[in-house]
Nanobody, 128 residues
Framework: QVQLVESGGGLVQAGGSLRLSCAAS????????VAWFRQTALKERAFVAG????????VYRESVKGRFTIDRDVAKNTVYLQMSSLYAEDTGIYYC?????????????????????WGQGTQVTVST
């Protein structure tokens, strides 16, 4: 059984940085692509960044390019999201997710329906 646990959220001033972590348990986690999503009270859960199973394909939403970096530590079964130059618009609950079993492993899809396992989320609040 796959479990994902996010951590690292918090309150930060605009322009600051945070590093989110997503620790995974379960077999073969590193054989799957992973992604980070963000949800706010007014918006649906939306794709922020993702990588395919071997890390050779990485995709970011346009608004975070150059500011956020996704990576993973295979030995630790952990995925990270380094966030810098944060804006108030980056505020939200951040979820990590693992690809489902049916998709082609080489791609990084954006729809949340392509991901079958989710963490509980970690709150990020950026103050102005």
């Amino acid at each position: 059984q796959v479990q994902l646990v996010e951590s690292g959220g918090g309150l930060v001033q605009a322009g600051g940085s945070l590093r989110l972590s997503c620790a995974a348990s379960g077999r073969n986690f590193n054989d799957y692509g992973v992604a980070w999503f963000r949800q706010t009270a007014l918006k649906e859960r939306a794709f922020v960044a993702g990588m395919n199973w071997n890390g050779r394909v990485i995709v970011y939403r346009e608004s975070v390019k150059g500011r956020f970096t996704i990576d993973r530590d295979v030995a630790k079964n952990t995925v990270y999201l380094q966030m810098s130059s944060l804006y108030a618009e980056d505020t939200g609950i951040y979820y990590c997710a693992r690809r489902n079993d049916n998709g082609m492993r080489e791609f990084v899809p954006r729809p949340k329906t392509e991901y079958s396992h989710w963490g509980q989320g970690t709150q990020v609040t950026v103050s102005t």
